[in-house]
């Protein structure tokens, strides 16, 4: 062989590399173990990159967090931005066939985040502000309801939106589930970060913001239980939830209490430890599956199960780097592979994405501002209520994924509500300072910004 046709082979083999090497099916080729090897670790780099490098713009030029950037970064390396000018590139870096091990990814990465989320909730927030919260949460609840059951007909007319053949009664709860949902990691980051951890207003919009989460979901669990898989799908569903819960939060409970105790005593988390919560974060997660609710589920569950004080701590060093930086971006990328914004390509789709933009503010900012001032709050803390309750964040993609997953929702309502998520949870930051922060360090109620806060909460909210 001589030098340039040894080149010309090298090069070819290279041009090649993202190519399917396996056996002709069907008139093209199949993908072997290592072209997804492949593909994954090729994926993960640039996803990895284009997180970090659009995030830290989101910080830079527009005050965002660092979740901002990487719910962009998703859309960005999907169909709407690279796949429009790039489309070749963008098809070849992710196949339709690799992508089923992005999902997994992602959902390791989704799932582990929602059993931090648990490992964090604090119950005292429940019990402080449990009046006036409950007033302002069932406004954010009861109106989105409202709205969703207005809106729902209307959105079922048009093709695409949600599947053919669903019931406006699941139409209704499920959009009324995206529309009510509060970021309650993102509450606890903008509350840390400007020094309102103690105040009234913050514990309020904590409070509220759980109690909306915790009734999203379980609308969402009752709809994935009805929708589509007959009675005999329902029960198991509902009523496997129901028993697991119930067996966690009283004798799963003390079950878990001995792996806290070994913490304490050693002072550490050990790598055994470590081992075995990761283990029945796993089986927890399945046991979700399994009924046919969401691994999500079971891993929020066992989190608030697990043992506090120096557990949390070190479960939370250990797990929280791996669950934020290299896995939660694949959930952003896949979400973002499948946003297609240039399916919203006609006057009257876009009306229909402002339509929805402008139901989920009214429904959540709106509301909870009216309800805030109902239970005695001053106008300025009434608007930063509103303000904090209307970002969506991490949560709301979790949610839509699970829908566009299970089939109750098609690709352009999924795209339309990617908008909605990103642009509340935008606006929640800026518009927060604007009506009450603002006043309240010129005040002297609040100190200048620190710009800290938990790890967890400023990249993963």
Not at 194 to 208: E, K, M, P, Q
Not at 348 to 370: D, E, Q, R, T, Y
Not at 373 to 386: F, K, Q, V
Request: proline share 4%; glycine share 12%; aromatic share 8%.
């Amino acid at each position: 062989m001589t030098d340039s046709s040894l080149i010309g082979s090298v090069i070819e083999t290279l041009g090649g590399v993202l190519s399917p090497h396996g056996l002709a099916v069907e008139a093209a080729k199949s993908y072997t173990p290592g072209d997804f090897s492949v593909h994954f670790f090729l994926q993960l780099a640039i996803i990895l990159i284009a997180c970090r490098v659009v995030g830290w713009l989101g910080r830079k030029l527009l005050g965002q967090p660092q979740v901002v950037g990487e719910m962009i970064a998703g859309v960005v390396l999907g169909p709407s931005l690279l796949g429009l000018f790039f489309p070749d590139f963008q098809l070849a870096l992710f196949p339709k066939e690799t992508r089923n091990v992005l999902y997994a990814g992602a959902q390791l990465g989704v799932g582990l985040y929602m059993f931090i989320v648990g490992l964090t909730l604090r119950l005292d927030h429940f019990q402080s502000k449990a009046k006036n919260a409950a007033v302002v949460s069932a406004a954010g609840i009861v109106v989105p309801f409202v709205l969703a059951f207005l809106a729902s007909p209307w959105l079922l007319k048009v093709d695409g939106l949600f599947t053919p053949g669903i019931s406006q009664i699941d139409a209704t709860l499920f959009f009324g589930a995206c529309v009510a949902l509060t970021a309650f990691p993102m509450l606890a980051r903008i509350i840390n970060e400007r020094g309102l951890a103690n105040s009234s207003l913050g514990t309020l919009s904590l409070t509220a913001g759980a109690f909306d989460d915790a009734a999203s979901w379980c609308v969402l669990a009752l709809v994935l239980a009805t929708f589509g898989g007959g009675p005999g799908v329902a029960v198991l569903a509902i009523g496997g939830a129901l028993i697991y819960g119930f067996f966690m939060l009283t004798i799963g409970r003390r079950l878990l209490e001995p792996l806290g105790r070994m913490v304490e005593a050693e002072g550490e988390m050990s790598q055994t430890v470590f081992g075995i919560t990761l283990a029945l974060f796993c089986l927890s997660a399945f046991i979700m599956d399994a009924v046919g609710i969401h691994a999500i589920f079971g891993g929020f569950l066992l989190g608030t199960c697990m043992p506090r004080g120096l557990f949390v701590a070190e479960l939370q060093r250990k797990a929280e780097p791996l669950a934020v930086v290299l896995l939660l971006p694949m959930f952003f990328t896949y979400s973002g592979l499948n946003t297609r914004l240039d399916m919203v390509n006609s006057p009257a789709l876009l009306l229909i994405a402002l339509v929805i933009l402008a139901i989920s503010i009214i429904a959540k900012f709106g509301a909870c501002w009216a309800a805030a001032r109902m239970t005695g709050e001053d106008n300025h803390t009434a608007l930063g209520i509103g303000a904090l309750m209307n970002s969506r964040g991490l949560m709301e993609l979790i949610i839509i994924n699970i829908g566009l997953q299970k089939g109750i929702i098609g690709p352009t309502l999924f795209s339309m509500l990617v908008l909605m998520a990103i642009v509340t949870t935008m606006m929640a930051g800026p518009l927060f300072e604007q009506v009450y922060g603002r006043r309240a360090r010129a005040a002297g109620e609040l100190g200048a910004l620190s710009g800290k806060a938990p790890a967890f909460a400023t990249e993963a909210a």
